[in-house]
């Protein structure tokens, strides 16, 4: 194999395991069988495992991160100022990652299948690392609906992206999970529908009233005053 082509199939046979089996679970030795090379082209590409992690990530989470932040661009550009609607931003930002989901054959599935694993079993680096990478695009998004919902409070609409987040990787990482409900007889749902399904949750959660939250305040301060 070429050099080029070395590196290409570690990278793939890397992405495959780490979303099968995990990342402490895959070992140098199993990715380099699956990509049909020498351990000591891992250490000669990419200098260890840790190095390797991060570059599976690194080119699609950049072009994911990059199609987000032009989607934004475009809907502010139209909106020449005026806050966008909550629903905007919302595709904007899960939109975008869904589509990327529903790419079977350029890789793009496997990738978000791996991404949402990395929100419910993170390393410490690989932690670090993402919030690196996502820091500009976070940042745009929160600004964004911060001006969208000016009666929610902040630390509120922090609360509502990170179960967004949660919900979204859930939805991609498989349906397997889906088994555990075995009282509801739930249909297959392909990738269109999805999408629509899942929309709809998130807008909903992000929009819902907080009125137990406002009741126990005000249950409190009585017992304070």
Known sequence: MSVPDTRARI???AEQLFTEHGFEATSLRLITGAAKGKLAAVNYHFGSKEALIQEVFKSRLTRLNEARLT???RLEAAAKGAPLKPRQIVEAFFGVALKMAADTEGGGRTFMRLLGRTYTEPAAF???FLGEEHEAVISRFKKALFASLPDVAHAEILWRFHFMLGAM??????????????TVDLPESDAEALTARLMSFLIGGLRAPLREVRAAKKLRDCKAA
Do not use: P, Q, T
């Open 169 to 182: 990787a859930y939805a991609i990482s498989g349906a397997d999970a889906l088994h555990i409900v075995d």
């Open 71 to 73: 989607e934004l661009d």
């Open 126 to 128: 690989i932690r670090n």
């Open 11 to 13: 990278l793939a046979a």
